[in-house]
């Protein structure tokens, strides 16, 4: 059985909103016998708090989420040595699986998932792909001077996925799952298919001279199934790179530089948009059409990002300190929108390729590896730096290529919310910024506070962005005649998060802060004092769930 996260079917919710002044064991008899119903039910007198909460240990053995797994992969490859420089290399891997999900809620479970009888709900998927390629490659020398690295394949991807789900309340028999205990009107069927297919066609050469100066190019074309029915259902994207061993040009001492390259690459990948955009499609309720979704997008074109990077890899006294060094930038194009139109267009929403973001950062990276004494002690210290700017979204109009219908596109995207938090995309802005509500202030920005303060759940603001400032990890191995231990501590800084339980927690006055303002006699606003539950009751899941980001985690401890 597996437990579920977030709000619903989660036992530490009602346990950290329970009542400080009850005990939570007087109700691990989390069922009575009810002599109306002639069953067990709930025993939880506190109701579902507005949340849909439940007794945690009935959630625990009365919300049941059971899933079986079975998967088979089979792999096979070969390869074939034509020459001493030339061979022909072959695979073929098959992956099956199948996932069978049950979830029983009995009897007396919040009325929010279940009808009083109690609900049923069974999901069989099934997951299959095959993958197939071949790869020509050839290395060859051609004398001392020059050396030849090529080669020329393709791929081909095929993945398919089914579902079935059934789900609905039992009708006559409480606690009786069985599709003979529901009727039609109580219960629903669905049915989902998927079929996406790649087809690739790629090749690289790579020229090496005099063991010091190194250029490479490749070439790539994928066939998208997902963009049939477009002007071109094919993508190509090149790219190139060079490096120099300066160690090998210059006349540096030996005894310091064991190694140093610089290096430099362009790069191009292409993204394929969901399936089945380019088809109408239809939504239906009780198997009647209802409106068409979206308009068949024809005029699609894959995600495409161009990027370069230039690096330095340093290594010194022997390889006893090597140092890496990188720089990266991208922007990547027609990243896909979706957009409302109007009822009259005859659809709900159309599809366009817009936008650009721009990304970039920096990694650098340092090694040093010192005996002590038949020990091997190797320290790998990694620092990270990323930042990214959405430089672009739709333009200021938009028109839908099927039914050339014009609109003022939306200058604003919400990519996910909870509560009084949304993460959006704003020109100007990053791809992980987060905005929150904020109470209601007059023109000179103090807070209104006749008897209480008031939300604004009209205006959100930025309160930061959920990425970190930096990255950086520290990771030790010791060996010793074939055994080896390590262990890594990783530290994320910076970036704000976002605790849903603390709101939750300050909003049901049962968290630490609620408790010393109560202590305080209230919360000091301007120049007074609001009471804390009438505070706290407005504000919770505004800011007061809020935090600036620092974890330090210790891995492979």
């Not at 930061?464 to 990771?475: D, F, H, K, T």
């Not at 262990?487 to 049962?510: E, I, K, N, W, Y």
């Amino acid at each position: 059985m597996v437990l579920a996260r977030g709000m619903y079917y989660n036992p530490l919710v009602p346990t950290y909103l329970f009542p400080p002044s009850d005990d939570i064991n007087r109700y691990a008899v989390y069922e009575m016998f009810n002599a109306v119903r002639r069953l067990k039910t709930q025993n939880w007198p506190y109701g579902n708090m507005g949340l849909a909460i439940q007794n945690p240990f009935w959630i625990v053995n009365r919300n049941q989420f059971d899933t079986k797994r079975e998967r088979f992969i089979a792999s096979f490859s070969a390869r074939w040595n034509i020459t001493s420089w030339l061979n022909i290399l072959g695979r073929a891997r098959m992956d099956n699986a199948y996932t069978d999900f049950e979830r029983k809620l009995y009897a007396s479970t919040d009325g929010l998932f279940s009808k009083p009888a109690g609900n049923w709900m069974t999901q069989d998927d099934k997951n299959s792909s095959t993958y197939l390629d071949f790869l020509v490659n050839v290395d060859k020398r051609f004398g001392d001077d020059w050396h030849l690295l090529a080669n020329l394949g393709g791929s081909y991807f095929d993945e398919r996925y089914k579902s079935k789900t059934f789900e609905g309340n039992l009708v006559r028999v409480p606690n009786f799952f069985h599709p003979s205990n529901m009727s039609p009107a109580e219960s629903t069927t669905a049915h989902a298919n998927l079929h996406t297919q790649t087809q690739s066609f790629y090749g690289k050469v790579e020229v090496g001279y005099r063991n010091f100066l190194f250029a490479d190019a490749t070439g790539r074309v994928d066939y998208f199934s997902t963009l049939l029915g477009t002007g071109s259902n094919h993508v190509f994207y090149p790219s190139v790179g060079a490096s120099v061993l300066l160690t090998e040009v210059l006349p540096l001492p030996k005894e310091i530089f064991s190694l140093w390259k610089i290096r430099g690459s362009y790069a191009q990948v292409g993204n394929p948009p969901s399936p089945y955009l380019t088809s109408d499609a239809v939504a239906l309720s009780n198997g009647t059409p209802t409106s068409n979704a979206h308009t068949p997008a024809y005029h699609l074109k894959p995600e495409m990002t161009k990027a370069f990077e230039l690096g330095m890899d340093l290594r010194l006294f022997g390889n006893k300190l090597n140092i890496a060094a990188t720089y990266y930038n991208s922007n990547t194009y027609n990243q896909l929108f979706r957009y409302k139109l109007p009822p009259s267009s005859g659809y709900e929403f159309a599809y366009e390729n817009a936008g650009k973001v721009n990304n970039w950062g920096i990694e650098l990276s340092t090694t040093y590896n010192q005996k002590l004494g038949p020990v091997d002690w190797t320290a790998n210290l990694v620092y990270s730096l990323n930042r990214n700017e959405i430089k672009e979204l739709l333009p200021e109009y938009v028109t839908d290529h099927t039914t050339n219908t014009t609109v003022k596109a939306p200058t604003e995207f919400e990519v996910s919310s909870a509560e009084s938090y949304k993460m959006i995309l704003r020109q100007g802005g990053t791809m992980s910024d987060i905005y929150a509500s904020h109470l209601k202030q007059d023109y000179q920005g103090n807070i209104l506070a006749n008897g209480g303060v008031q939300k604004d759940d009209n205006d959100f603001v930025k309160v930061g962005s959920a990425a970190p400032r930096y990255n950086i990890s520290l990771r030790n191995t010791f060996a010793w005649k074939g055994i080896e231990l390590g262990f890594m501590l990783d530290a994320r800084v910076g970036g704000v998060v976002v605790s849903a339980t603390q709101a939750l927690m300050d909003q049901f006055g049962v968290s630490q802060q609620t408790a010393d303002a109560r202590d305080a006699g209230g919360v000091k606003v301007n120049n007074g004092l609001i009471n804390a539950e009438q505070y706290y009751g407005v504000v919770a899941g505004g800011r007061t769930g809020l935090f600036s980001s620092l974890r330090i985690q210790c891995h492979e401890c």
